[in-house]
C-alpha cells in the first residue's frame, strides 16, 4: 500500500468521479483508475462500485476513514521533519534549583508533555546564580530560582513568585 493508493481512493470518494479526482490529484484519469485498482488488490476487496458516480462500497466506507487519518498523519510527520530539519522543533529549555528539580519540576513537567507532546522539553539542576546567568545569555527558556532581589531585578526578566517558602534554622539544643 502506497499513500498515492490512498489519495486516488480518497479523491475518487469525495468527488465520486475518476476524470474530477485526476484533476485533484493532477494526475491522469488512468493513473487514478490504476492506484486504486492496486489498492483494492492490495487489500483483496473491492472499494468503490463503478458506475455512473463512484460510490463506496460497505469495505469502501470502512476503509475511507482509516485513509484519510493516515493521510493526514503522514502530512503531520512530513511537516514535523521538515520543521525539525529546518531548526523549528519546539523546544522548552528549563534550568531550576536542585530541589525543585528533585521534587517539583518532574510532575509539572510530566503534565506539559501530555499537553504539548510536540515540544522537546530539557531540564537541568543549577543553582539560582548560574540559572540566571544562562537565562541571561540565552541558553534557556525559564529558571526556577530562590528569589534574591539582587539577582532576579532586571527590567529584562519578568519575575513570577511560585510559592514562599519558610526557611527555618536549626541547631541542637546544647549549643550555646
Request: hydrophobic content about 45%; glycine content about 4%; charged content about 20%.
Amino acid at each position: 500500500m502506497r499513500l498515492e493508493q490512498l489519495q486516488a481512493f480518497i479523491a475518487v470518494a469525495e468527488t465520486g468521479n475518476f476524470q474530477q479526482a485526476a484533476q485533484k490529484c493532477g494526475v491522469t484519469q488512468s493513473t487514478i483508475s490504476r492506484q486504486v485498482q492496486s489498492l483494492e488488490s492490495d487489500l483483496g476487496v473491492q472499494l468503490l462500485h463503478r458506475h455512473a458516480q463512484a460510490k463506496l462500497t460497505v469495505a469502501g466506507d470502512r476503509f475511507i476513514g482509516r485513509a484519510r487519518r493516515i493521510c493526514q498523519e503522514w502530512q503531520v510527520a512530513t511537516k514535523e521533519i521538515s520543521d525539525l530539519l529546518a531548526g523549528k522543533q519546539p523546544e522548552l529549555c528549563v534550568a531550576a534549583i536542585p530541589s525543585v528539580c528533585a521534587y517539583h519540576l518532574p510532575k509539572v513537567l510530566q503534565r506539559f508533555c501530555q499537553d504539548f507532546a510536540q515540544v522537546q522539553v530539557r531540564a537541568t539542576a543549577l543553582g539560582s546564580d548560574r540559572a540566571i546567568k544562562v537565562l541571561k545569555d540565552g541558553l534557556i527558556d525559564l529558571a526556577i530560582v530562590m528569589n534574591n532581589r539582587f539577582l532576579t531585578a532586571s527590567p529584562e526578566m519578568i519575575v513570577d513568585v511560585l510559592y514562599e517558602e519558610t526557611i527555618q534554622v536549626l541547631m541542637s539544643s546544647e549549643h550555646p
